[in-house]
T-cell receptor, first 117, second 114 residues
Framework: EPEVTQTPSHQVTQMGQEVILRCVPI?????FYWYRQILGQKVEFLVS????????KSEIFDDQFSVERPDGSNFTLKIRSTKLEDSAMYFC???????????????FGPGTRLTVL | AQSVTQLGSHVSVSEGALVLLRCNYS??????LFWYVQYPNQGLQLLLK??????LVKGINGFEAEFKKSETSFHLTKPSAHMSDAAEYFC????????????FGTGTRLLVSP
């Protein structure tokens, strides 16, 4: 069964460093998302991406964050200058085009645990 | 704005007992509602979703949920718990407004004892 994959599974970085989290969505999906989950807290929406542009972003997704689909398969989240509070599990998700009369399922990857020291 | 409230951060049941995980939502428009499960060190897996087709929704692993508009609830149930059901369960809501961001609840950890 197709699945969303994410690399690395765990990333440790120093405060102020740039990190890039990588995701390979399911191949025929067109909508892409990033969410994060700070330890012990709820899963929070960061950004959605469609047709090579951001379609919606949350207030968390400030100028330090960017997303890109550099080729036909990868979807990346970049944090330019990491802060301690960026430590979290980051989940990538993808879905197909929204169908009539309903909403398509978002399929989640296993996540990347980011630790900022 | 949409929101989800999950009552009880932890629910403990015995194997074979009824599982009931509570979810109440707030939405200004008819919502789409989801239950996701997260096993340790894994991503979020969809259990079931409500998209207005039927108020009683059946999902994987014997779970089901009933949408009750009058109570703004979407509680998750399973008649008989299994040890393998031990996991974190998240209720989520989205609105049919373009790109369907999910708004999650805080999650409920289900503990199953022998």
């Amino acid at each position: 069964e197709p699945e969303v994959t994410q690399t690395p599974s765990h990333q440790v970085t120093q405060m102020g460093q740039e990190v890039i989290l990588r995701c390979v969505p399911i191949s025929n999906h067109l909508y892409f998302y990033w969410y994060r989950q700070i330890l012990g807290q709820k899963v929070e929406f960061l950004v959605s991406f469609y047709n090579n542009e951001i379609s919606e972003k949350s207030e968390i997704f400030d100028d330090q964050f960017s997303v890109e689909r550099p080729d036909g398969s990868n979807f990346t989240l970049k944090i330019r200058s990491t802060k301690l509070e960026d430590s979290a599990m980051y989940f990538c998700a993808s879905s197909t085009r929204k169908g009539d009369g309903g909403t398509d399922t978002q399929y989640f990857g296993p996540g990347t645990r980011l630790t900022v020291l | 704005a949409q929101s989800v409230t999950q009552l009880g951060s932890h629910v403990s049941v015995s194997e074979g007992a009824l599982v009931l995980l509570r979810c109440n939502y707030s939405s200004s428009v008819p919502p789409y509602l989801f239950w996701y499960v997260q096993y340790p060190n894994q991503g979020l897996q969809l259990l079931l979703k409500y998209t207005s087709a039927a108020t009683l929704v059946k999902g994987i692993n014997g779970f089901e949920a009933e949408f009750k508009k009058s109570e703004t609830s979407f509680h998750l149930t399973k008649p008989s718990a299994h040890m393998s059901d031990a996991a974190e369960y998240f209720c989520a809501v989205s609105e049919d407004t373009g790109f369907q961001k999910l708004v999650f609840g805080t999650g409920t950890r289900l503990l199953v004892s022998p």
